[in-house]
């Protein structure tokens, strides 16, 4: 297979936009048995949106679905990047990068530029990378954090489909 910007690194996770997490994680689950979800409370981060500072506070949880992770986004302020799509739903596929500068010039060589960009409380720097024009949706970029995000699939390995929303510091207490 020839390389290419996207193929070059995995896909890890398929994130949502949604207007009420448990309730969309109850259906994701229903349909597709995915879960257990693990629902963290909103987080305010700053955050360049298109060039401009802002306050950005969403709420995230996390369930599996084999070997993809499952992101739920809920934000609470705004402006809302996440809103751009015009609708709720899916919003983005994500891809762990070992040289996150790297990685954002193989996205702006090809004419893609970051939708917004942060760095989270851990100091990972997350990005965003604008593919609408050609793809319909965007695509996220940061460092693996493999450790927590073998937590979420370890829970899910065994997981009888019971108590499908859960708070995360529970990930804690197995």
Known sequence: MTETILNKYAINQVSYYVEDMEKFARAHSALFGSGPFFY????????????QEIELTMATAFGQFGDIQIELVQVLSEPNPYEELGRYGFHH???????????????????YEPLFTL???????????????DLGHYVEIHAPIKQVWDMYAAAAKDWDGTDVWRRFDTLFKR
Do not use: E, H
Request: negative net charge.
């Open 40 to 51: 963290m409370d909103p987080m305010t981060q700053t955050t360049n949106y298109r060039g």
């Open 93 to 111: 596929f994500s891809n762990w990068v070992d040289d996150f500068d790297a990685a954002l010039k193989l996205f702006a060589d090809a004419g």
């Open 119 to 133: 760095v989270a409380g851990s100091g990972m720097r997350v990005a965003y990378i604008d593919c609408t024009k």
